[in-house]
């Protein structure tokens, strides 16, 4: 296959998003307790979660937008409390500056400088984390997120759309991801080639259809494999 671009995901494929987003609701339950007591007692940390999981089955036209989806959920919290003037943004600023503060999985970063010296890369994600903060920008020629194009992995669409982005056709992009069915599937019926980055070795889903193209424990393999790929 004639590789001319790449797209890859962020969440659990450069980097573990649980501990992160663990760490984001104790520091935003940590800023409640601090300024805002009878909401945090009234809405701990689990019972946060399952109002945020109660808004996203509410509101699945959001499922593209998870800041709005949080923001809902905020406010809707505060509202239970019958406290006016939620301080949405600046909940949020908590939120994301933990949500940021990812640890790099050890292959990523060497392979995200070997790979954006050979093809130009989009990233391409679901979810709300921000590269500037996190400092992984420049190694990508366009950004592409659910929230922005308005539709979610596995939609076709979002994928369609990181492929006008790169001005390559979809034959001719590797789309590099952790999920089988959101990145996979997704970028399999989008017509483009797939790389599951596939860190426990499962098999893959067979209820899934047809296996991706690259079945790799790291992105040390993916750079091995195109620099292999790229020889004459």
């Known amino acids: 296959m004639q590789i001319l671009a790449i797209t890859i995901d962020l969440d659990d494929t450069l980097w573990p998003v649980m501990p992160a987003l663990q760490q984001a609701d104790r520091d935003l339950d940590d800023y409640l307790r601090l300024h805002y007591p009878q909401v945090a007692k009234t809405w701990p940390i689990p019972a946060l979660r399952e109002l945020r999981a109660l808004v996203a089955a509410e509101r699945i036209d959001l499922a593209h937008d998870f800041t709005a989806q949080r923001y809902i959920t905020m406010q809707r919290a505060f509202d239970a409390c019958g406290v006016s003037d939620a301080p949405l943004d600046a909940m949020f600023e908590v939120f994301a500056a933990a949500r940021n503060a990812v640890t790099l999985y050890p292959d990523a970063l ?111 393999g993916l750079v091995a494999w195109l620099e292999a790929a790229s020889k004459p």
Do not use: Q, Y
């Open 110 to 220: 060497p392979a995200l400088e070997r790979m954006r010296m050979a093809l130009p890369m989009a990233s391409l994600t679901n979810g709300n984390a921000d590269l500037e903060r996190i400092g992984l920008h420049l190694h990508f020629a366009h950004r592409i997120s659910a929230r922005d194009v308005g539709v979610a992995k596995p939609d076709a669409r979002i994928f369609l759309a990181a492929a006008e982005k790169l001005g390559v056709a979809p034959e001719n992009i590797l789309h590099v991801g952790d999920d089988p069915e959101l990145d996979v599937v997704g970028a399999r019926e989008a017509g483009m080639r797939t790389a599951w980055i596939n860190r426990a070795g499962h098999p893959w889903p067979g209820t899934l259809g047809v296996a991706p193209d690259l079945d790799l424990r790291d992105l040390a």
